[in-house]
């Protein structure tokens, strides 16, 4: 069972529960090693891993370039908005440039879904999927699983509602998949335009009740409205979006329990959630940025594994 | 496959006994001085010296780490089987401090190697050494040598040398076994 099932990271759909608790077992060491006054160890000496962000990132970026450096392994980065892409090349053939520089991984965000499968059929290298399109970003979902297990000790049973742009987030679908097959119940909740028609196939409950689904849960995963995916409105104000999808301090205090706060970022304060709920205690978007690290780790360590001398 | 006992549980007491006695020779009351268990088999020996050391000769306050070297072990990507680690457990800085590490067998070095390295991650140390309780003397593939060893065993390659405890197979011994 130490062994991935997969070749690549494409997705949590291809993923088994077994490869899961791997990656989370793995991840676990490298948070004790990421605490260290020394937080390196030498493991991808003769690694390198390039970084191909065709799609702008931050967050995810900077993860992933910590991970490779923590692990010693040698980084390129790629930045669509310094590319030669719009020269007319194809991804091919801007992979298979960078990749006869002897690149032993490769690091995908695109705004197209399936960017990372296409890859991984045509060119010799590890591929990690950083999020493609409207598709699936399974690191963002490891982590977050691994968050909620570690807060709550385990994932299995727990009642997940993920909130607000489900139709254009590769974090909710990522995060279906991965809270699922981890033995979690996982609702939906926001405004119907933005609930794809099709959600229900996946096992998902829908609720258009912020009130109902906080009360429902044990884990509140809030996304960010992607005003920049809408090609139309599908909600008339972001006034109004703030008073039916918006979470406050008051809507927390008046539920029975203590619910957990999440989110993947980048967070837009005062739309989908106030700032005091974004900082209290019940909130663990800070650790889920720390774990983020661990997980990026342990994948890439066990992928890198894969490839033998 | 043939089974020799080299060490029944009567002889381990009486080496980790000499060992203690060695280890307090050299390190007093162990002020300045940390243990590093490498993991997992390491940390066996390294527990039983700590008992020891602390209900039979009456040092107190004993600084007992674990060390895993998983990720600093120089056959990664290069074994059949992968590697699979185990927790690292240091609660304190080995700067400026003596480290004494400790693991069951000492045949090529390399684990040792990779600990040296896995070590400095955790502060610059005074110094360390290096207590064994088998030393393989005729298989090393690296300049170590250990400080204190427990016995000096003429193995061959062929052959293993498996160290059982108490503790998870209920039987202290040092067997030499024929692959």
């Not at chain 1, 999020?131 to 009642?159: C, F, N």
């Not at chain 2, 997992?40 to 000769?57: H, T």
Request: aromatic share 6%.
């Amino acid at each position: 069972m130490d062994q991935l099932s997969v070749a690549h990271l494409l997705g949590i759909k291809y993923l088994k529960p077994s490869d899961i608790e791997l990656i989370f077992k793995t991840a676990d060491h490298f948070k004790e090693v990421i605490n260290r006054p020394i937080k390196k160890v030498p493991s991808l000496r003769d690694i390198t891993i390039a970084n191909l962000f065709f799609e702008n990132s931050t967050r995810t970026k900077l993860s992933f370039e910590l991970a490779e450096k923590r692990l010693s392994a040698d980084v390129i980065n790629f930045s669509a908005s310094q590319s030669s892409l719009k020269t007319g090349e194809t991804l091919i053939d801007t992979v298979n440039n960078i990749l006869s520089m002897k690149v032993d991984i490769v690091v995908m965000r695109h705004a197209h879904v399936g960017a990372g499968v296409f890859l991984s059929k045509h060119v010799n290298a590890k591929i990690i999927n950083a999020g493609d399109g409207t598709h699936e970003h399974p690191t963002q979902a490891l982590l977050d699983s691994y968050s909620i297990r570690e807060k709550l000790g385990t994932v299995k049973g727990k009642k997940i509602v993920i909130i607000g742009d489900i139709l254009h987030s590769r974090v909710a679908l990522s995060n279906i998949f991965a809270l699922q097959m981890q033995g979690a119940e996982v609702k939906v909740c926001g405004p119907t335009t933005l609930i794809p028609k099709y959600i229900r196939s996946l096992g998902v409950s829908v609720e258009t009740n912020l009130k109902k689904a906080l009360e429902w849960c044990d884990v509140a995963n809030v996304l960010r409205v992607q005003n920049e995916r809408m090609d139309i409105n599908y909600f008339p104000s972001t006034r109004e979006y703030t008073q039916l999808f918006g979470i406050n301090k008051e809507m927390l205090e008046n539920l029975e329990k203590k619910i957990v706060i999440m989110h993947p970022g980048p967070i837009n304060r005062g739309v989908e959630i106030t700032s005091d709920v974004a900082d209290s205690e019940q909130s663990i978007i800070l650790n889920q940025v720390e774990n983020g690290v661990a997980i990026r780790m342990a994948v890439i360590y066990l992928l890198a594994e894969q490839i033998k001398k | 496959m043939s089974k020799k006992i080299l060490l029944n549980s009567k002889d381990i007491e009486i080496i980790l006994h000499r060992l203690a006695c060695q280890l307090i020779e050299n390190h007093n009351d162990f002020s300045d001085t940390v243990l590093i268990g490498l993991q997992p088999r390491g940390s066996f020996l390294a527990n039983r010296l700590v008992q020891l050391l602390e209900n039979d000769y009456g040092i107190k306050e004993l600084k007992l780490g674990l060390l895993d070297i998983t990720f600093y072990r120089d056959d990664f990507r290069r074994r059949s089987e992968p590697l699979v680690a185990t927790s690292t457990e240091i609660n304190f800085l080995i700067e400026d401090k003596k480290v004494i590490i400790i693991d069951d067998v000492l045949y090529s070095g390399r684990s040792v190697r990779a600990a040296l390295t896995a070590i400095q991650s955790f502060g610059r140390p005074l110094n360390i050494e290096l207590l064994v309780l088998i030393d393989r003397r005729f298989s090393r593939h690296l300049p170590i040598q250990p400080n204190y060893r427990g016995r000096q065993v003429d193995a061959i390659n062929e052959e293993k040398v498996l160290v059982t405890w108490r503790e998870t197979h209920e039987i202290d011994a040092v067997y030499l076994e024929q692959k």
